[in-house]
């Protein structure tokens, strides 16, 4: 992107993810005007190089205010793939405010020679995919969406979250480890095999942060349950940060809008 482009863009970051955090050291390397979005779920967020804020927007009519009030030229969705009711309310203030929006995101996982997944739509199929003899269940989805599992108490499951759990957990069979990636795939083997689990539940987020636990279900011969990314309408998107800058390159800043 050109200097003299620079003056004039004011890029609305909505980060949480390693993508996002990468674009912010460059975009605040290069001096360009960026203000650092989180959501606010995580209790102590990885710092950033920009001006940063915590907390939801009011949904897509007052992401639309914020972007008026803060004069944004530009929004970039490095949100987490899963993070859909953020990237939906982008989407329709971006068009409300007739704001250039590109969505940051990494590509899917895809399988390889090895691997045992089954594809499901959403959290409620990857319950219903799960057996119904007992097993041992790690559940790397996260804490938003746990409760759904406790239809099936009968399993024991593993989880792994960033923050200690503020409150009981749904599920009356589990344990709780509190680590942030990335992980690699020795530790993730070992991990499988210390806790004797039969089965994996991931959500198909992509990059090489969380694939670790994939990695070792393939050398283990493990089951995953994979759930599908939620279906956007299209948007303009980029991978790598080249691609980022290239798009900013061809979407120059318009104020006044």
């Known amino acids: 992107m050109e200097s003299h482009a620079l ?26 005007d960026a203000v650092f979005s989180y959501a606010g779920r995580t209790v102590a967020p990885v710092a950033q190089p920009l001006p940063t804020r915590i907390g939801g927007f009011g949904g897509a009519e007052g992401l639309a205010a914020y972007i008026r009030a803060e004069a944004i030229t530009h929004v970039i969705d490095a949100t ?14 971006c068009a409300e405010t007739r704001t250039p929006l590109l969505a940051h995101e990494r590509n899917p996982w895809t399988p390889r020679e090895g691997d045992r997944w089954t594809h499901v739509q959403d959290t409620e199929a990857a319950v219903a995919a799960l057996p119904d003899a007992p ?21 024991h499951y593993l989880l792994r979250l960033v923050d200690p759990p503020e409150a009981p957990l749904p599920l009356p069979l589990c344990t709780a480890l509190v680590a942030k990636g ?28 969380a694939e670790a636990k994939l990695i070792a279900a393939r050398a283990l011969r493990l089951p995953v349950i994979l759930i599908d990314r939620p279906a956007l309408p299209p948007r303009d998107t980029a991978e790598t940060l080249e691609q980022v800058m290239a798009w900013l390159a061809a979407h120059p800043a318009r104020r006044g809008v």
């Open 7 to 32: 003056d004039m863009t004011r890029i609305l970051l909505l980060g949480g993810t390693t993508e996002a955090s990468h674009l912010a050291a460059h975009l605040a390397a290069l001096g360009i």
């Open 135 to 155: 097993a041992r269940i790690f559940l790397a989805i996260g804490k938003q969406t746990l409760q759904p599992f406790a239809a099936k108490p009968q399993h």
């Open 80 to 93: 987490h793939p899963f993070a859909a009711q953020m990237s939906r309310n982008a989407l329709t203030a």
């Open 182 to 209: 990335p992980f690699t795939a020795p530790g993730d083997t070992a991990l499988l095999r210390d806790h004797a689990i039969t089965h994996i539940v991931a959500k198909n987020a992509g990059g090489s942060g």
